[in-house]
């Protein structure tokens, strides 16, 4: 895969880049209309007309940005769809975007029509990029989507932040995510250029877009091993001050450095590394204000949701192989949630080496199935039913575990 922090490094400074099908366009931006990124994409005017068209399977859909009002926004951008031949949306995209809740976002530069099924319905989605003006930010997605319940298209607004997203089939089941990176991170431990990012990855499904980094454990993986180089990278570039100075004397900037292993930590915690990542931060980090900067860290994470009790992911089979493998810290009340897709009378064999925690598991219809109690170590039974099985792992009081699960 081609992975959009690669270019974040390569933009270093600026941080203006995205993955390849790009939704960024602050600096020096393109002619409208003048992309041909779609497959179903019908016309681009020789004179470099700003309309979009984009037709896919039965629906097309016609972006006019409308005349520019000071070179960079459009006054008003308008959009048709047509499905099945009628057509069905006609008018102004709304000149507002909800960034969530009532927060709303300026409207200046809407582009990147596109038409895709995004959930693998069988339905086209229509895709446009927004761009709210201003130096670096911000940008969002707008997904308009067919309701069936109206008959109607409704639109959903995803807000991005300073760093857009691309779309990418990570997994290559036909659905694309959206790549992006979590904008939280910005200016948080050091000025905007210096500030890095952990990787965010979300799915579009059914008129909602949800995050699902932590399905994706190789690409967060990829993720920290490239931000482990930028911290590699950033101690060839700035003079670091010594591990015994004192920091407030020297003047010396550690934002960068802090920033990078904010971003790194992050993702140990979305692979369930966390306790190999402080170790490790604990050596990237020698200065002396490391408890300081450790709390203020802690803090961030917790508040971005990175440092949670409790999750869902998919157990990771490396290709080719049958055996997967999870573990983590579970306190009293948190819960570890695991994905497995399985086939009827396959042979599902969980072993717990480590920990002594609750392993129950559950069928694909919801209904509990059976359970391995603290201390118990060993569990070997035919699958009932085809789906997927979810594993919950919890401890009755504090314990570390490591859990092997095998299909043979
Ligand atoms: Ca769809
Ligand atoms: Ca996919």
């Not at 089939?169 to 990012?197: I, K, N, T, W």
């Not at 990787?199 to 059914?206: L, M, P």
């Not at 570039?237 to 407030?248: T, V, Y």
């Not at 292993?261 to 190999?276: C, F, I, R, S």
Request: hydrophobic share 35%; with cysteine; proline share 6%.
């Amino acid at each position: 895969m081609t992975h959009p922090q690669g270019k974040w490094f390569k933009f270093f400074g600026l941080s203006l880049g995205i993955g390849s099908i790009s939704l960024a366009f602050c600096a020096n931006p393109a002619p409208l209309g003048a992309q041909e990124n779609g497959a179903g994409k019908t016309e681009t005017d020789a004179n470099a007309s700003p309309i979009e068209r984009v037709q896919r399977g039965n629906v097309a859909a016609t972006l006019n940005p409308g005349p520019a009002s000071d070179g960079l926004c459009s006054a008003e951008p308008t959009l048709t769809i047509t499905r099945r031949g009628k057509p069905l949306f006609d008018g102004p995209v709304a000149n507002r975007v909800n960034r969530g809740g009532d927060d709303l976002l300026g409207l200046c530069r809407v582009s990147n029509l596109d038409v895709r099924d995004l959930d693998g319905d069988q339905e086209p989605e229509i895709l446009l990029s927004n761009y709210s003006g201003g130096a670096h930010c911000c940008l969002s997605s707008l997904i308009y989507y067919y309701d069936r319940a109206t008959l109607s298209y409704k639109r959903l607004d995803q807000f991005w932040g300073n760093g857009g997203a691309g779309l990418e089939d990570l997994d290559q089941d036909g659905r694309p995510e959206f790549v992006s990176r979590d904008d939280r991170f910005a200016y948080a431990f050091a000025s905007y250029a210096a500030s890095s990012y952990p990787i965010q990855i979300w799915r579009y499904a059914k008129g909602d877009i949800k995050d699902v980094t932590r399905l994706y454990p190789q690409e967060v993986y990829g993720d920290a091993y490239e931000l482990w180089q930028r911290y590699q990278q950033i101690k060839q570039d700035f003079e670091l001050p010594a591990i015994d100075q004192d920091i407030s004397a020297t003047g010396a900037n550690l934002g960068p450095v802090r920033a990078v292993l904010a971003a790194y930590m992050a993702d140990k915690y979305m692979l369930n590394q966390e306790v190999d990542g402080w170790k490790r931060l604990a050596q990237l980090y020698p200065w002396r204000d490391r408890p300081q900067f450790v709390t203020s860290l802690k803090q961030h994470l917790r508040d971005t949701g990175y440092i949670t009790g409790s999750f869902t992911q998919r157990i990771d089979f490396q290709q080719g192989s049958s055996i997967g493998s999870a573990g983590g810290r579970l306190l009293r009340g948190d819960r570890h949630r695991y994905l497995l897709k399985a086939r009827a009378g396959q042979t599902l064999d969980v072993t717990v080496p480590q920990g002594k925690v609750r392993v129950q598991i559950f069928k694909p219809d919801g209904q509990r199935w059976t359970r391995l109690e603290p201390g118990q170590r060993k569990l070997k039974r035919a699958l009932p039913a085809n789906g997927d099985y979810r594993l919950e792992v919890t401890a009755p009081e504090e314990s570390g575990y490591s859990m092997v699960v095998e299909i043979p």
